[in-house]
């Protein structure tokens, strides 16, 4: 489970920089906490010393891409109930399913509808919180 904080987290695994400080901006006054990583090998790290509460995550990514870093986080029981969100160009017929199938939760096309993405950031982070009550 994320530690707690006085802002829900959001990791941003994206390689482009305009997409990073789009997804920042998006949230800079929402009451979510941001911090984003340019790359697989980068989240991963980023990920053995803190548990977000959603991430959201480019597939196309340098080192280790985004298929895989889903893979890896839904594998291990520390980070497996992390929602993931991929944001992707991947929008052909199969990508999404494709994405599911790799461990994300959800999955937004790019380029980003940011009325889109506020709702889906809202929604998980709302479900989870509804979630941890119930526990």
């Given at each position: ?13 994206e390689d ?67 929602p993931i ?33 506020e709702i ?16």
């Amino acid at each position: 489970m994320p530690a707690p904080s006085a802002k829900p987290l959001i990791l941003v695994v994206e390689d482009a920089p305009d997409n990073q400080v789009l997804i920042e901006q998006v949230f800079q006054d929402s009451g979510y906490a941001v911090n984003c990583v340019q790359d697989g090998v980068s989240a991963l790290a980023w990920l053995a010393e803190q548990l977000p509460d959603l991430i959201l995550l480019d597939l196309s990514l340098p080192k280790v891409d985004g298929w895989e870093v889903a893979r890896r986080l839904k594998a291990d029981q520390r980070t497996a109930a992390i929602p993931i969100v991929a944001v992707t160009a991947h929008a052909m017929k199969g990508d999404k399913e494709t994405a599911i199938a790799a461990g994300c939760d959800d999955y937004l096309t790019k380029p980003l509808d940011i009325e889109q993405l506020e709702i889906c950031v809202k929604r998980w982070l709302v479900e989870r919180s509804d979630r941890d009550l119930d526990r």
